[in-house]
């Protein structure tokens, strides 16, 4: 079965780092770009950026705003993309969706993790 | 940077049909994806590449598109598809947007 699974969200402080994991099942992630994308409490989605696949010498892309704070990586014998977050803000509260891309969309997304940035 | 522009709202019987309208410049020249969120759940992929769709979305959801505005059209609206709805492309500059997103009501 085609499966994203995210973790490791959590309650964090002003400042903190925090690195989500995205477990891939059904197939292989290296094949794919992955992407992240959040959605804060009672708003839109908002892209974060992406790890493009091997051929594409795992190039990594992000949103201006979280450039310098974010770095996506990918543990290919895991099977796993992970997305770590540092100097968090209030503004990064949100749901984190891991996603799959294909061409110019997401076809496959997870069921999110939630972070809570609060002092 | 660029933006895709829904109305926040629509209202629909049910049985009646649906049109969420999702406007951008130069639309006519980018691949529209279509999202369905429910409260509580992630997005889930109802149209891609303007107007098809994917395996197990019921034929009810169709999508079309004409100059700059693409249009997901929700025939015999039922309770179920009471949901939240994001267009999405991609554009040079700004890579992935989303739509604001327009809640769906059936009443």
């Known amino acids: 079965e085609v499966q994203l699974v995210e973790s490791g969200g959590g309650l964090v402080q002003p400042g903190e780092s925090l690195r989500l994991s995205c477990v891939v099942s059904g197939f292989i992630a290296s094949e794919h770009y992955m992407d992240w994308v959040r959605q804060a409490p009672g708003k839109g989605l908002e892209w974060v950026g992406r790890?493009?696949?091997?051929?594409?010498?795992?190039?990594?892309q992000y949103a201006a705003s979280v450039e310098g704070r974010v770095t996506i990586s990918r543990d290919d014998e895991k099977n796993l993309v992970s997305l770590q977050l540092t100097s968090l803000k209030i503004d990064d509260t949100a749901m984190y969706y891991c996603?799959?891309?294909?061409?110019?969309?997401?076809?496959?997304w997870g069921q999110g993790t939630k972070v809570t940035v609060a002092s | 940077s660029y933006e895709l522009t829904q109305p926040p709202s629509v209202s629909v019987s049910p049985g009646q049909t649906a049109n969420i309208t999702c406007s951008g410049e130069k639309l006519d020249f980018k691949l529209l994806y279509w999202y369905q969120q429910k409260p509580g759940q992630s997005p889930l992929l109802v149209i891609y590449?303007?107007?098809r769709r994917p395996s197990g979305i019921p034929e009810r959801f169709s999508g079309s598109k004409s100059g700059n505005t693409a249009t997901l059209t929700i025939s015999g609206t039922q309770a179920m598809d009471e949901a939240d709805f994001y267009c999405q492309a991609w554009d040079r500059s700004t890579l992935y947007v989303f739509g604001a997103g327009t809640k769906v009501t059936v009443l």
């Open positions: 996603t799959r891309a294909v061409q110019d969309g997401f076809d496959i």
């Open positions: 790890i493009k696949n091997k051929p594409s010498d795992d190039a990594t």
């Open positions: 590449k303007d107007n």
